[in-house]
């Protein structure tokens, strides 16, 4: 199993170019099983996760052709016809977001099989909002071993529906079965996370009429049919807020292209607070940071705008070597400190109670054996890495694989000394 080694305290210089969203692209391909015609899928990432999805899209009868396109890597799928409604536990359960092609399925088939997700590392994870939303647009579901059994053979019918909490996949799912409901729905409390508005165009694209989409309303009509679209994936906010605080952590100057700073507007005001240099640009943001210690930040993570949960391990490991002690909560998910032992192993100084770590900065790091059981857990490890003394060799990179196009490619290129090491003794 590959591993990845970074040998620390090599100063940041370049320029990143964001890849497409990942969990944008993963939803907006759920949109193929909506038409009858192609959905094109440009600014594609390459990614383990978007291969998992395009596993399962195919035994659902979608034609699933990863090109690369004049402007970059694209994605054309189609299904003229879709042949199963089956979505097995084995291609669910290595992506939660697979889930998502029960709300599409039901809207063109009327029914569907979809196993149930399960729990993953990060938290239990429950999927009752998606189910209650569907029930809403009055689908029939039953639950058997393991299985969602969801049966709406008149079509969906267009409902208000009320989220007693912010849930971007509960969001995105009620928008993709409602888009063919006969009638208006309603979504209360809606997610308002940028990937929310992304889907919104794109399907909007291919005919249907979503309103709001980025507001805590938003408002579908339903119509009878959709057809093909083009759509440009949004940029991965999750990776450019990442490689902020890389270019933080290492110290230098860090331009990041192809992406857009407001949609981490509330991760840059804490770098700066912190201490490093903000600069907005057209098309993305420049971190800088020359010499002087960083200072601690305490964060909290919230839906958008707020501080993303995506982003807490990241800025976690930032704060292991600033001047102070920070105090990290986490709102969102209850699990999602894994990455404190691992950071600890590096010489982080972190106590954990309840959802709120305390990180009290160290002057130094050094380099050790890690691993982490989540992709930001996991990425937060190279971050560290950069500013450790040493080498930091991080185990278990599949998980950085599935939400990082080319990670140490787009690192070196700036100058971090960062290798990938395949070696089938892990
Ligand atoms: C999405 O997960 C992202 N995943 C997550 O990114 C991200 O951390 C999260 O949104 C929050 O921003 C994808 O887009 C594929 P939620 P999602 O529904 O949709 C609870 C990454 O690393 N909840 O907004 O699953 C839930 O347990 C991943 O890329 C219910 O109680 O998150 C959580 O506490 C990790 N019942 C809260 O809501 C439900 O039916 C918010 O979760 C659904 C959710």
Known sequence: MDRIAITGGARLEGEIAISGAKNSAIKLMTASLLTDEPLRLTNMPRLADTRFLGQLLRRLGVDVDERDGVAGPETVLHAPEVTSAFAPYDLVRQMRASFNVLGPLLARTGHAKVSLPGGCAIGARPVDLHLKALETLGAHIDLHEGYVYAQAPRGLKGAEIDFPISSVGATEHAMLAAVLAEGVTVLNNAAREPELEDLAQCLNAMGALVEGAGTATITITGVSKLHGATHAVMPDRIETGTYAVAAAMAGGEVRLTHTRGDFIQALLDRIEQAGAEVIHANDGVTIKRNGARLRAVDIETDPYPGLATDVQAQFMALMTMAQGESVIRETIFENRFMHVSELSRLGADITVQGGEARVRGVETLEGAQVMATDLRASVSLV????????????????????????????????????????????
């Not at 971050?383 to 185990?395: C, Y």
């Open 383 to 426: 971050i560290a890495g950069l500013a450790a003394r040493g080498e930091t060799v991080v185990n278990r990179v599949y998980h950085l694989d599935r939400g990082f196009e080319r990670l140490e490619e787009k690192l070196g290129a700036c100058g971090a000394r960062v290798r990938r090491l395949s070696d089938s003794a892990d």
